[in-house]
């Protein structure tokens, strides 16, 4: 072959590889477009637009051998967008903006002028229309998960079956029942007065979810109530345990959201859950959404896989950005023993970041006597200063736990009676503990936290807390 005829063949074959390319991205643009078109189609018939969907196909020529896979959804995809968006350049994505009403062109198709929806307009021959054949179907459901957290006190608002609201995906409705259903019922009976030694912490949520909601005009302007906060401190110092007091005095839906198990349990799903959380909480507002291990879900090195934590704290961060700037009445409470793992942006969203400290001894004292009090044993003045002195670390919780192993302690010398057949079992009669059953117990309960890892705590708010 001479040097020319190698030439046109190179070339030839290049322009061949040139068409190829064009021909693929040309295919790709149109399986694209293509499954934009059944995409489309697919919500319409979710959201009940029957006819418009059937317009749609008939006018584009959608074929009936093809459905959208279950898990894509335009809701999904809008999401995941907007997630990426915000994990990228971190700003919100605009995906709407209002146009210019003289330039604006309305476009009608003919078909959907001719025919009008079967569920606008109830006729004579059908006069129930399909969209509310379709309202009751869904109401069975609706009314389950009324039952679920008929024992929460719960306002005509928060009555409202989930099919009363318009607009969402039958994924969404799945998604938002699992989430009704795990409710926090109001009657677990954890009052305020059994937070002892937590005033400071009491008057905070009060601020946040009581008052606001009782006397609305008072929080108006530069007084708006906290929409978030974070409760941080040593284990066993009462933080969860206030966040069951809110969810019984407060008088609000409340969302209680375990980080181990929403990650475990909506694996790959999780910032889905969360929207749908989010939504969820907005529709029966006022509502808290209790965020327990905050650490787990959103710290700097979140341990389930990295693209999935970082996608679920961009969507942690935009709702909580959505709720900081609504109106509406959500408020979030979030926990954690570990608040130096906290990502900087997800903390920065809690507008107040309270130290759930170690009780003093004055607070420990209360406590002695709320617990052996509470059960019915008298100890005088003298004696709980005794144990509040000998009782330093201690947390509320190691306290609950010593007072028990006093009590057992009684009881053991009892058992050893029987055991030795001094008395039987049915003549035994448990006397109170005395103080020396209480130190006895010092003996060999010993506190979880102590004065060094206070101290980690005390540095961390002088640095990061917001009280
Ligand atoms: N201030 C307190 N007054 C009365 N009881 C308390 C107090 N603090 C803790 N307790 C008791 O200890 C138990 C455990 O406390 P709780 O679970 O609230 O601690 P926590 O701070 O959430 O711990 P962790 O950080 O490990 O989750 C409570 O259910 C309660 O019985």
């Given at each position: 072959?001479?040097?020319?005829?190698?030439?046109?063949?190179?070339?030839?074959?290049?322009?061949?590889?040139?068409?190829?390319?064009?021909?693929?991205?040309?295919?790709?643009?149109?399986?694209?477009?293509?499954?934009?078109?059944?995409?489309?189609?697919?919500?319409?018939?979710?959201?009940?637009?029957?006819?418009?969907?059937?317009?749609?196909?008939?006018?584009?020529?959608?074929?009936?051998?093809?459905?959208?896979?279950?898990?894509?959804?335009?809701?999904?995809?809008?999401?995941?967008?907007?997630?990426?968006?915000?994990?990228?350049?971190?700003?919100?994505?605009?995906?709407?903006?209002?146009?210019?009403?003289?330039?604006?062109?309305?476009?009608?198709?003919?078909?959907?002028?001719?025919?009008?929806?079967?569920?606008?307009?109830?006729?004579?021959?059908?006069?129930?229309?399909?969209?509310?054949?379709?309202?009751?179907?869904?109401?069975?459901?609706?009314?389950?998960?009324?039952?679920?957290?008929?024992?929460?006190?719960l306002t005509d608002n928060q009555l409202r079956?989930?099919?009363?609201?318009?607009?969402?995906?039958?994924?969404?409705?799945?998604?938002?029942?699992?989430?009704?259903?795990?409710?926090?019922?109001?009657?677990?009976?954890?009052?305020?007065?059994?937070?002892?030694?937590?005033?400071?912490?009491?008057?905070?949520?009060?601020?946040?979810?009581?008052?606001?909601?009782?006397r609305p005009e008072l929080f108006t302007g530069l007084v708006?109530?906290?929409?978030?906060?974070?409760?941080?401190?040593?284990?066993?110092?009462?933080?969860?345990?206030?966040?069951?007091?809110?969810?019984?005095?407060?008088?609000?839906?409340?969302?209680?959201?375990?980080?181990?198990?929403?990650?475990?349990?909506?694996?790959?799903?999780?910032?889905?859950?969360?929207?749908?959380?989010?939504?969820?909480?907005?529709?029966?507002?006022?509502?808290?959404?209790?965020?327990?291990?905050?650490?787990?879900?959103?710290?700097?090195?979140?341990?389930?896989?990295?693209?999935?934590?970082?996608?679920?704290?961009?969507?942690?961060?935009?709702?909580?950005?959505?709720?900081?700037?609504?109106?509406?009445?959500?408020?979030?409470?979030?926990?954690?023993?570990?608040?130096?793992?906290?990502?900087?942006?997800?903390?920065?969203?809690?507008?107040?970041?309270?130290?759930?400290?170690?009780?003093?001894?004055?607070?420990?004292?209360?406590?002695?006597?709320?617990?052996?009090?509470?059960?019915?044993?008298?100890?005088?003045?003298?004696?709980?200063?005794?144990?509040?002195?000998?009782?330093?670390?201690?947390?509320?919780?190691?306290?609950?736990?010593?007072?028990?192993?006093?009590?057992?302690?009684?009881?053991?010398?009892?058992?050893?009676?029987?055991?030795?057949?001094?008395?039987?079992?049915?003549?035994?009669?448990?006397?109170?503990?005395?103080?020396?059953?209480?130190?006895?117990?010092?003996?060999?309960?010993?506190?979880?936290?102590?004065?060094?890892?206070?101290?980690?705590?005390?540095?961390?708010?002088?640095?990061?807390?917001?009280?």
């Open positions: 072959m001479d040097g020319c005829s190698e030439y046109i063949s190179a070339a030839g074959a290049q322009s061949a590889l040139q068409r190829n390319v064009r021909d693929r991205v040309k295919k790709e643009a149109s399986d694209r477009r293509r499954s934009i078109l059944y995409l489309i189609a697919a919500y319409l018939r979710e959201q009940n637009f029957t006819a418009s969907s059937e317009c749609l196909e008939a006018e584009v020529q959608l074929s009936s051998d093809f459905e959208v896979c279950d898990n894509i959804d335009l809701d999904t995809i809008l999401q995941e967008y907007q997630s990426y968006y915000y994990s990228k350049f971190n700003k919100h994505a605009k995906i709407l903006r209002k146009c210019n009403v003289q330039t604006r062109v309305v476009h009608v198709p003919k078909e959907t002028k001719k025919k009008s929806s079967p569920a606008a307009k109830p006729t004579q021959e059908n006069p129930v229309p399909q969209f509310q054949f379709e309202v009751r179907k869904l109401l069975g459901k609706g009314d389950e998960v009324v039952k679920a957290y008929s024992d929460v006190t079956p989930l099919i009363d609201f318009d607009g969402y995906s039958s994924e969404w409705r799945e998604i938002a029942e699992i989430i009704l259903k795990e409710v926090v019922p109001g009657t677990m009976g954890v009052a305020w007065k059994d937070c002892v030694g937590l005033g400071a912490c009491i008057e905070l949520l009060k601020e946040a979810v009581v008052y606001p909601l009782k708006t109530p906290w929409k978030g906060v974070l409760l941080y401190g040593p284990p066993g110092t009462g933080k969860t345990l206030l966040s069951k007091a809110v969810a019984c005095e407060s008088k609000t839906m409340f969302f209680n959201v375990t980080s181990s198990g929403f990650v475990h349990k909506y694996r790959g799903d999780s910032e889905k859950m969360l929207k749908v959380l989010f939504d969820v909480a907005r529709l029966y507002a006022p509502s808290t959404i209790f965020v327990d291990e905050l650490d787990a879900l959103a710290s700097c090195s979140s341990d389930f896989q990295h693209d999935a934590s970082r996608r679920f704290k961009a969507e942690l961060l935009i709702q909580l950005d959505g709720i900081l700037r609504d109106e509406d009445k959500v408020f979030v409470l979030a926990t954690t023993n570990r608040p130096w793992d906290l990502d900087s942006a997800v903390l920065r969203r809690f507008e107040k970041r309270i130290l759930v400290d170690l009780p003093g001894k004055e607070s420990r004292w209360k406590i002695f006597r709320y617990y052996f009090g509470g059960s019915g044993y008298k100890f005088n003045e003298l004696e709980l200063d005794a144990m509040s002195k000998r009782s330093a670390d201690f947390s509320g919780s190691d306290i609950k736990n010593l007072c028990r192993e006093a009590c057992m302690g009684k009881l053991r010398q009892g058992l050893r009676r029987v055991e030795n057949n001094e008395i039987k079992i049915e003549n035994l009669e448990v006397n109170s503990p005395c103080l020396d059953d209480v130190l006895a117990a010092l003996m060999k309960i010993r506190p979880v936290a102590n004065a060094r890892v206070q101290e980690k705590y005390l540095k961390w708010r002088d640095e990061f807390g917001c009280y």
